[in-house]
Nanobody, 123 residues
Framework: QVQVVESGGGSVQPGDSLRLSCVVS????????ITWFRQAPGNEREFVAG????????NYLERVQDRFTISRDNAKNTVALQMNRLIPGDTAVYYC????????????????WGQGTQVTVSS
């Protein structure tokens, strides 16, 4: 049974940084695409950043790509999302999700999900 566990959320001020972590308990972790989605109150869940299995190619929501960095450590079954220069618009519950091989921007393509971690950016 694959388990996905996020951590690292919190309440910060605009301009601050946070680092989210996602640990996936799967023997085939290195072949999984791991993606971060987020959902703000009243909004649909949206793709934020993902890293593919195998070569680890990353792609981003355009409006975060100069502030967020996704990385994976296959030895630790972990994917991190480094979020810099946070703005109030980044406030949301952030979810980590896993699927085989390729990153998809469609949440319905993901099999495994974590419980989410809250990120609040407010002055």
């Amino acid at each position: 049974q694959v388990q996905v566990v996020e951590s690292g959320g919190g309440s910060v001020q605009p301009g601050d940084s946070l680092r989210l972590s996602c640990v996936v308990s799967a023997d085939n972790f290195r072949w999984l695409a791991i993606t971060w989605f987020r959902q703000a109150p009243g909004n649909e869940r949206e793709f934020v950043a993902g890293v593919s299995g195998g070569g680890g190619a990353a792609n981003y929501l355009e409006r975060v790509q100069d502030r967020f960095t996704i990385s994976r450590d296959n030895a630790k079954n972990t994917v991190a999302l480094q979020m810099n220069r946070l703005i109030p618009g980044d406030t949301a519950v952030y979810y980590c999700a896993a699927r085989s091989w390729a990153v998809s921007h469609n949440q319905n393509d993901y099999t495994y999900w974590g419980q989410g971690t809250q990120v609040t950016v407010s002055s």
